[in-house]
């Protein structure tokens, strides 16, 4: 059976769900839904996505669309999303999975109780060198892991006259920097250990505290608006640093900021063990670092041939030829087809795949920051209202 998608809210992140489904070669493009009529049928024209719908409600009333992505701003994810699941599609979600930790269980309820696909594009996990490090930890090859750390750095809100919805409490949710660019390294960090985050301390600053919004939003990471707009008080955080605790007894922390100059998109993860250290950057994703005590350090480059057979089939270029960002999408979107095509049977689902039990996992984590900085930087422990499915294959 070919599965037909259809997409809501073609904005930044939709062209890159329309590549990474036409990649797959068996995925129909369906067509698109945006705000109005007009703008779905101009982005379906542009990206060459098959027909606009006027409503989305419209789109999921058509029986060819089989999975539907959810690309709306933060403050549309719970009323497409559930919506969709109550039609019968499947889902596959933009990240976070709802603007409040409320709204996030609400889907996650949902999701469990609907027997379909329920995806969060947690895309991090598909790089075939996250998925190495997180082998050579479960396998022991680094001990006993001790120290979590890292950071996500961007600079694209450094100028006081970039704006964008996400700074808009309404919009986007109570968080910036940690929402937006925190959720993915705690779920990378997490997803790589094998560890829950039991416990954070963190301490949040809006380094830019007004800025000059435009009339309409700028586009994400467009930089600087091209006219002055109007001065707006910001009320999230564009800086953080978070002390954490994990489940297996280690520490670590981890810094975010999306106005730091020269940080493009820079996340980094280094995990250390009793007997040995794991780093991996997003922006050199193609090198691993494996640190060790008494003999030299060794840097893995990615080459089928010499990684773990559980993310071999991550990686689909002979050695020498770079990976990326793309690449690491799109095999968390095949991890969903092929789970759809399984029947959305959780003990189909590919381990690597985030669904919607990992973004309110995620809610959690955010919202206890929060809590935290908010209390005058205590430590706020997260309670886990779920135990994470275990029956899982193996992919590939």
């Known amino acids: 059976m070919r599965l037909g998608m259809g997409l809501v809210g073609p904005g930044f992140i939709a062209a890159h769900h329309l590549d990474a489904v036409r990649r797959l070669g068996d995925v129909e493009v369906v067509g698109i839904a945006g705000s109005s009529f007009e703008s779905a049928k101009k982005r379906a024209r542009e990206l060459n996505a098959g027909q606009a719908y006027a409503s989305y409600r419209e789109l999921l009333a058509d029986p060819a669309v089989h999975v539907v992505h959810n690309t709306t701003p933060n403050h549309l994810h719970r009323e497409v999303s559930l919506a969709s699941l109550r039609a019968g599609k499947h889902v596959i979600s933009d990240k976070p999975l709802a603007a409040t930790m409320q709204e996030a269980r609400e889907l996650y309820e949902a999701a469990r109780d609907a027997n379909l696909a329920h995806v969060v594009t947690f895309n991090y996990r598909g790089y075939p060198l996250v998925q190495q490090a997180r082998a050579m930890i479960a396998k022991g090859e680094i001990g006993k892991s001790v120290f979590v750390h890292g950071c996500y750095l961007q600079d694209w809100l450094t100028d006081e006259r970039a704006y964008t919805w996400r700074l808009d409490p309404k919009l986007g949710g109570a968080s910036s920097a940690l ?218």
Not at 304 to 318: E, F, W
Not at 335 to 349: L, N
């Open 179 to 396: 929402g937006d660019i925190g959720s993915h390294w705690c779920d990378l960090a997490e997803h790589v250990t094998g560890a829950r985050i039991v416990a954070v301390l963190a301490d949040l600053h809006t380094v830019v505290p007004v800025r000059e919004a435009p009339d309409a939003s700028a586009k994400a990471f467009a930089g600087a608006a091209a006219t002055a707009g109007k001065p707006r008080r910001i009320t999230s955080e564009d800086l953080a640093s978070v002390l954490l605790r994990f489940g297996n007894g280690a520490r670590g922390c981890v810094t975010v900021g999306q106005v730091l100059p020269g940080h493009k998109n820079d996340l980094r993860l280094e995990v250390n063990g009793r007997e040995g250290s794991v780093a991996w950057r997003q922006e050199q994703p193609n090198e691993l670092w494996i640190g060790h005590h008494a003999k030299a350090n060794t840097t893995l480059t990615r080459d089928p041939a010499l990684l773990d057979p559980s993310a071999r089939s991550y990686a689909h270029l002979p050695a020498g030829h770079p990976e990326a960002w793309a690449d690491a999408f799109r095999n968390v979107i095949s991890d969903a087809y092929a789970w759809v095509r399984q029947g959305a049977a959780p003990e189909a689902k590919p381990v690597a795949l985030p669904t919607f039990a990992d973004g309110y996992r995620n809610s959690l984590l955010v919202d206890a920051m929060l809590k935290s900085h908010a209390a005058g930087g205590v430590w706020q422990s997260i309670d886990d209202p779920f135990e994470p499915t275990r029956t899982t294959r193996k992919r590939g």
